[in-house]
């Protein structure tokens, strides 16, 4: 398997070289040349096997020959014995049609460790094989940070620096990240939003001279492997309803759109999808391109949502890609006049998203209301990001007998803010291992938005 950059100018790499790296040269994101299929013999013998077992089965084809059939089977299997469930991603019947995949069960209670317990194990296992060490660097709006942190703390070759915007996370995700005090991890609070954070962390892919030659990786969702890990849980939830004799729609609250992706490849890969809804909060420039080809920026606002706080969506590049038939002229022409002004999709491309994505934006207030009338409905407590995902299944499913899946993509102890104010005034509890997060000590350094600043702590924190 050869992965492909999404602008089209840089040399096709393998699955081990695309781990190592971020950002393409040109400034794209890598893709894999073709998606490989599963047919639907292979799809059915998915039903029963262990969470690892169908994790190896799908990704076997992107990893190629990088990693031995053992190897990677002993990683995953390892990977998924971090999560406190025995089914890893459990499916939850909330009424008739509508199930929530709980995608919260790792160490770090978000969906990001499904892909980030897997990363930090496969950055180990290819830079131990080279002798190498790297420099992480990502960018979080909350979530991503503390799993990658968790992830990639015990990989002895790697240092990591986590950009989180300065008081726009929770207080939860902000100590899940500050309070980790291993000599490797790095927190930068940044005087700014998340659209900033992740500008200065793809501007360090595009100039790495200020590492004098250290290796930079990322474990955002630019990383391939983010969203090859992503891809199963599709798998796994679609099989257990009847797939692939029966299709299934999903709800995916979504931002940097890397997790609706992962169900956009399934589907890719033979996955009978239905539809995959798209749910954003109020920064719903997703919602306003796949609705009404209104692909243009509006000022970030901070929600009850903040990890979906995110105006600048990274992986809605791999999907124009694909939409634009791998045209990466094309698709760096629009994202430069995107950069510069409000456009649109070519007409052809966006009627061929119409088939498949339909979408919803929810307001704060809504969301309180979502999270309110859920409890009364199902008993669940959704988290603010679930809401939004839960309300647009609910808004958007165009057929009532085909099920629709939300996923759930948090617990709701990490945002107590949402919670307190939908009329549940003692939160929602953490799990015991986490039960004194709130008095530990914190460590994080503060900076402004400016890339040059950021850039020089790094380069003199690695010097010492
Ligand atoms: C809890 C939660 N839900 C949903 C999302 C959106 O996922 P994505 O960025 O993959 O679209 C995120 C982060 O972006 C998140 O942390
Ligand atoms: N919501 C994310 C934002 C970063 O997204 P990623 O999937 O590209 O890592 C977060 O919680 O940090």
Not at 106 to 122: E, I
Not at 182 to 193: F, S
Not at 313 to 341: H, I, P, T, W
């Amino acid at each position: 398997m050869r992965y492909i950059s999404t602008r089209g100018q840089a040399p096709a790499l393998s699955f081990e070289e695309v781990v190592l790296t971020g950002l393409a040269p040109d400034g794209g994101l890598y893709v894999p040349e073709t998606y490989p299929q599963m047919s639907k013999e292979e799809i059915a013998d998915l039903a029963g096997l262990p969470y690892h077992e169908v994790a190896f089965r799908v990704m076997r084809p992107y990893v190629g020959d990088c990693i031995d059939e053992t190897t990677l089977r002993d990683i995953l299997k390892k990977t998924y014995a971090s999560f406190n469930h025995d089914a890893v991603a459990p499916l939850k019947q909330l009424d008739n049609n509508h199930f929530l995949l709980e995608l919260f069960h790792g160490p770090t209670l978000a969906f990001k460790d499904v892909a980030l317990q897997l990363l930090g194990r496969l950055l180990d296992h290819f830079l131990i094989k080279r002798g190498e060490r790297g420099v992480i660097m990502g960018a979080t709006s909350g979530d991503t940070g503390s799993a990658a942190i968790e992830g990639c703390k015990p990989c002895e070759q790697v240092d990591i620096y986590i950009l989180h915007p300065h008081n726009r996370v929770s207080e939860v995700q902000r100590r899940q990240m500050t309070c980790v005090l291993a000599p490797n991890v790095h927190n930068l609070a940044i005087e700014g939003d998340f659209d900033d954070c992740q500008a200065m962390v793809k501007a360090s892919f595009g100039d790495q001279s200020f590492l004098n030659g250290q290796r930079l990786i990322a474990v955002n969702s630019i990383n391939w492997a983010r969203i090859m890990a992503q891809i199963v849980y599709y798998f796994t939830s679609a099989v257990a309803l009847g797939s692939p004799h029966r299709e299934v729609s999903f709800s995916v609250p979504s931002a940097n759109f890397g997790d609706v992706f992962a169900g956009y490849v399934a589907r890719k890969m033979g996955l009978p999808i239905k539809q995959l809804i798209v749910a954003t909060n109020a920064n719903d420039i997703l919602h306003r391109t796949l609705h009404s080809n209104d692909f243009s920026k509006k000022k970030l606002e901070p929600t009850l949502a903040p990890s979906m706080d995110i105006v600048v969506s990274s992986n809605f590049e791999r999907l124009l890609f694909d939409l634009y038939q791998q045209d990466g002229k094309a698709v760096a022409a629009l994202l430069e006049d995107f950069q510069n002004q409000a456009t649109q999709l070519d007409p052809k491309a966006w009627s061929k998203a119409q088939e498949v994505f339909a979408s919803l934006a929810v307001d704060d207030a809504t969301i309180l209301k979502v999270i309110t009338d859920a409890f009364k409905r199902t008993g669940e407590l959704l988290d603010p990001h679930t809401a939004t995902g839960y309300l647009a299944a609910e808004k958007c499913a165009t057929d009532s007998s085909t099920p629709v899946i939300t996923l759930a993509t948090a617990h709701p102890a990490k945002f107590e803010e949402a919670i307190i104010k939908a009329g549940f005034p003692e939160g929602a509890s953490l799990p015991e291992h986490m039960s004194d997060l709130l008095e530990r000590e914190e460590r994080y350094t503060l900076l402004p938005a400016d890339l040059k600043a950021v850039q020089s702590h790094l380069a003199e924190v690695q010097s010492k």
